[in-house]
């Protein structure tokens, strides 16, 4: 076990701690909520973009929260247990979540939009790119996006985003292979989830 590894181990132990000591003091849920809200608030924004975005957050925290006690710690690290809460949150969001997408495509490149492409599109150059991608990101169908943004944005690995979706694992390599051949194809032949396909770690 590498000490990354065992880092994350420790983390997601102590995070299953506070889980169920809060379903006796729920005020303990307080620091899940300081741990996690910059994190998830932040993959929520570049999902919907900022308007929405704290009220989201704040709903995923709020859904996470009112079924604490089934809780599995077993399943997924808390970490990857709130993906889930938001990504489905985002889901009723879905008209703000195209908006963002096609919004930038008439933005110049700033950090934030940049950090979303060069996950996607690995060592690629990117002029001309960004509007392409986020253009072709919207066209997916809602769950192949979620699974690339799982991804992409999260860092989650596939056996992560299956349980933070409560999808089969196999589900999320094939729609991470359809969305990667929609992608390419709107990409003019690039790929654009390179590295992102094998991420099972």
């Known amino acids: 076990?590498?000490?990354?590894?065992?880092?994350?181990?420790?983390?997601?132990?102590?995070?299953?701690?506070v889980?169920?000591?809060?379903?006796?003091v729920p005020?303990?849920?307080?620091a899940i909520f300081d741990a996690y809200f910059a994190e998830i608030h932040a993959y929520v924004a570049r999902r919907i973009g900022p308007e929405?975005?704290?009220d989201v957050t704040a709903e995923t925290f709020l859904a996470a929260f009112g079924k604490r006690d089934r809780y599995d710690a077993e399943r997924a690290s808390v970490r990857t247990w709130l993906y889930g809460f938001a990504t489905k949150l985002v889901g009723k969001h879905r008209r703000s979540e195209m908006r963002a997408l096609y919004a930038m495509d008439r933005m110049p490149p700033e950090a934030e939009s940049e950090e979303l492409e060069?996950?996607?599109?690995?060592r690629i150059a990117a002029e001309g790119l960004r509007g392409r991608l986020s253009s072709a990101l919207a066209e997916l169908p809602?769950?192949?996006r979620d699974v690339v943004l799982l991804v992409a944005l999260a860092g989650l690995t596939?056996?992560?985003?299956?349980?933070?979706?409560?999808?089969?694992?196999?589900t999320v390599g094939s729609r991470l292979n359809?969305?990667?051949?929609?992608?390419?194809?709107?990409?003019?032949?690039?790929?654009?989830?390179?590295?992102?396909?094998?991420?099972d770690g």
Do not use: W
Request: aromatic residues 2%; charged residues 30%; proline residues 3%.
């Open 19 to 24: 889980i169920r000591e809060s379903r006796d």
């Open 142 to 144: 809602a769950g192949d």
């Open 178 to 199: 359809r969305a990667r051949r929609k992608l390419r194809a709107a990409l003019g032949g690039t790929n654009p989830l390179l590295g992102l396909e094998d991420n």
């Open 118 to 122: 060069e996950r996607l599109t690995g």
């Open 1 to 17: 076990m590498t000490a990354a590894t065992g880092d994350q181990a420790t983390r997601a132990a102590c995070d299953a701690a």
């Open 158 to 170: 596939h056996e992560q985003v299956a349980t933070a979706l409560d999808i089969p694992y196999g």
């Open 27 to 30: 005020e303990r849920f307080g």
């Open 52 to 54: 929405n975005a704290s």
